[in-house]
């Protein structure tokens, strides 16, 4: 009979995964390479979604995105908090919020193995080169569409969830009072992330505009990075980057 691996399981397994990089990033000296990597990622998305970030109903959900799944931070602590408490999601929680934490560990562990593939490709290229041209070898020589494809859905997923879940009164209100216990149990990390989430969908009266807008950008992103040649899609990258760092 075929075990289905349960909620908390799959938690747990991701965040292994994600462990595992970090250490093995550590020990090759690709922690630095892994951080350049993510930083022009961040940075290429502040220019994508700058309409995003100015709007009103939009900039909540656009931050949270970019800080809590994106952002070139050292998510350890969340991660450990995460783990510790999986069996308990699992059991506390309506299905839908063990889902969702999965789909966050998904989307968590496919963004550290695609960028630590892009760090160790990063540091074959000539670091004179533009960054955007640095950047689009790596991309190439990491492959993996599938993979970007998939984290793309997961992503989608995640964001139709929390407004689903946000609609949920009493779970908002149980999450808030949730506060003082999280901090007591060191679970503080987890509690401003589910928070944080929860507010920046709430915000929105419907989603799916925002979400829609994601897949149709980063698609097309995606679609540049592998098929444009590369003198169009480094100078396209460029001109991205060079748009953020005006912003800034």
């Known amino acids: 009979m075929t075990h289905t691996p349960s909620a908390a399981d799959r938690i747990r397994t991701h965040l292994d995964r994600v462990a595992q990089l970090r250490q093995q990033a550590r020990s090759a000296g690709l922690d630095r390479a892994v951080d350049d990597v993510k930083r022009l990622q961040a940075q290429r998305f502040r220019a994508t979604y700058a309409d995003f970030l100015k709007h009103p109903a939009y900039a909540p959900a656009t931050h949270f995105f970019l800080e809590e799944l994106y952002g070139v931070h050292d998510f350890a602590l969340r991660d450990a908090q995460f783990a510790r408490i999986a069996g308990a999601l699992e059991r506390l929680f309506p299905e839908a919020v063990a889902q969702l934490a999965v789909d966050l560990a998904e989307t968590h562990a496919?963004?550290?193995?695609?960028?630590?593939?892009?760090?160790?490709?990063?540091?074959?290229?000539?670091?004179?080169?533009?960054?955007?041209?640095?950047?689009?070898?790596?991309?190439?020589?990491?492959?993996?569409?599938e993979a970007r494809a998939r984290q793309l859905a997961v992503v989608q997923?995640?964001?139709?969830?929390?407004?689903?879940?946000?609609?949920?009164?009493?779970?908002?209100?149980?999450?808030?009072?949730?506060r003082n216990p999280a901090r007591a149990a060191g679970l503080d990390a987890l509690q401003h992330f589910l928070e944080s989430g929860f507010d920046a969908f709430a915000s929105m009266r419907d989603a799916q505009t925002f979400l829609d807008t994601i897949r149709s950008r980063e698609g097309r992103w995606i679609d540049l990075l592998f098929e444009a040649p590369e003198d169009e899609i480094s100078q396209a990258l460029t001109a991205e980057l060079a748009r953020a760092s005006a912003g800034e």
């Open 110 to 145: 496919l963004t550290e193995v695609l960028d630590h593939a892009m760090a160790t490709h990063w540091l074959t290229q000539d670091a004179g080169l533009p960054p955007g041209v640095r950047y689009t070898r790596a991309w190439r020589l990491t492959g993996e569409r």
């Open 157 to 178: 997923h995640m964001g139709l969830e929390l407004q689903r879940l946000t609609r949920m009164r009493p779970l908002r209100l149980a999450l808030r009072m949730m």
